[in-house]
């Protein structure tokens, strides 16, 4: 079968890939779309490091194919949205509601593909870049068939992540302001689900003015480039009655927008760090800028609930509240994805969708 391997150097799309059979408690998943996140080239510029050779991508969705032992939740031929998780479902934080703090989903490197006689690493538990894949149960979910493929691969990354951030980390309330720095694949979900919570003012930052029209159509109240301001803290504050946002999302990872975001916060509100910066960036802020309840916060995963996230994303999805098909910006067969990479470099898409054989 073919899949996209970065083997340290290079990144290249390969037919002779091979994945084990599923076992106890697993799945064997056909891939039938599947999103490129800027956290997979992050692996290739090495921002993340990880062991190659890598069968990468992290966000997809496709149709079961084969359940090994004792899977009684899936059966062959379901469709199902990836979780990058694979939490254990049995330690005090998955029975606790928090399955983004299970241990078991921390730094296992298993190596379930092989290709000319050597084992290849999955990425982020998944691989979604591979025609057929192997997971544990639990990181298929199971979507209704009106969702399209390429619609559903981009839950389990930025959508995910974007609406867990601001349903469950920061728990955005009606009438909170928010900020967004970034209109990308995290950001723009930031924005609608600060939308569905009643969220008000919704203020987007960012430098491509092109990402203006769809940040606005999910419920971006109003859009500032950042390039057009000497002080953008203080622009954004001026629109904010003088005093900052409740809640202030960084999508990006840089060091100057994660500083600027915590300057951004009003009293008793929240920076929120979504954005992925490389593994050295420091970042300087002033703790008495923290003194009036500033919560600086970490958000790993949306901190989400798959299952129940999942369900309630299609359910939304399929009410006309939450909006998948308008994320996806165009779509590429998957031998045509060093164009979508180009694309995505160029700024010209806010996310790419790769397309299996077998697609819709
Ligand atoms: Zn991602
Ligand atoms: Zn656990």
């Given amino acids: 079968m073919q899949g996209i391997v970065f083997d340290g150097q290079t990144l290249a799309l390969i037919d002779d890939l091979e994945v084990r059979d599923p076992g106890p408690g697993e799945v064997e998943i056909e891939i039938r779309a599947s999103g490129v996140c800027h956290s997979d080239l992050s692996v290739v510029n090495g921002t993340i490091p990880y062991p190659t050779p890598v069968v990468l991508g992290h966000e997809g969705a496709g ?42 989903t921390f730094g296992k490197r298993p190596t379930p593909f092989r290709a000319r006689g050597m084992p290849h690493h999955n990425f982020a538990n998944l691989s979604t870049f591979a025609e057929r894949i192997v997971v544990k149960a639990n990181q298929a979910i199971r979507i209704p068939p009106e969702v399209p493929f390429a619609s559903a691969a981009l839950i389990g990354c ?40 009643g969220a008000h003012p919704i203020l987007v930052l960012d430098t491509n003015r092109e990402k203006q029209a769809l940040a606005r159509q999910l419920g971006a109240t109003g859009f500032v480039d950042p390039r057009e301001h000497e002080d953008v803290v203080a622009a954004v504050k001026a629109r ?121």
Avoid at 69 to 92: F, H, I, M, N, Y
Avoid at 161 to 190: C, M
Avoid at 270 to 299: K, W, Y
Wanted: hydrophobic fraction near 45%; aromatic fraction near 4%.
């Fill in 63 to 104: 149709v079961v194919r084969r359940c090994g032992e004792g899977v009684a939740t899936l059966a062959p031929g379901d469709p199902v949205a990836l979780s990058t998780l694979g939490q254990c479902g049995a330690c005090p934080a998955c029975d606790s509601g928090r399955p983004t703090m299970c241990r078991e």
């Fill in 158 to 197: 930025g959508v995910l992540t974007g609406t867990g951030a601001v349903f469950h980390r920061a728990k955005v309330g009606p009438g909170d302001s928010v900020v967004v720095i970034g209109a990308g694949g995290i950001g723009l979900n930031v924005v609608q689900a600060a939308r569905l919570a």
């Fill in 240 to 360: 904010l009655g003088g005093w900052g946002a409740r809640h202030v999302f960084e999508c990006v990872g840089a060091k100057t927008l994660m500083e600027q975001a915590i300057q951004m916060v009003d009293w008793g509100g929240n920076a929120v760090m979504l954005g992925v910066p490389s593994s050295e960036t420091r970042v300087e802020f002033l703790p008495a800028a923290t003194f009036l309840d500033v919560t600086i916060m970490g958000c790993r995963y949306g901190s989400s609930q798959p299952q129940a996230d999942v369900a309630r994303i299609c359910e939304l999805y399929l009410a006309g509240r939450l909006e998948l098909d308008a994320l996806v910006s165009a779509r590429y067969p998957l031998a045509d994805w060093p164009r979508l990479v180009e694309d995505m470099k160029a700024g010209r898409i806010a996310r790419g969708v790769l397309e299996m054989p077998g697609g819709r």
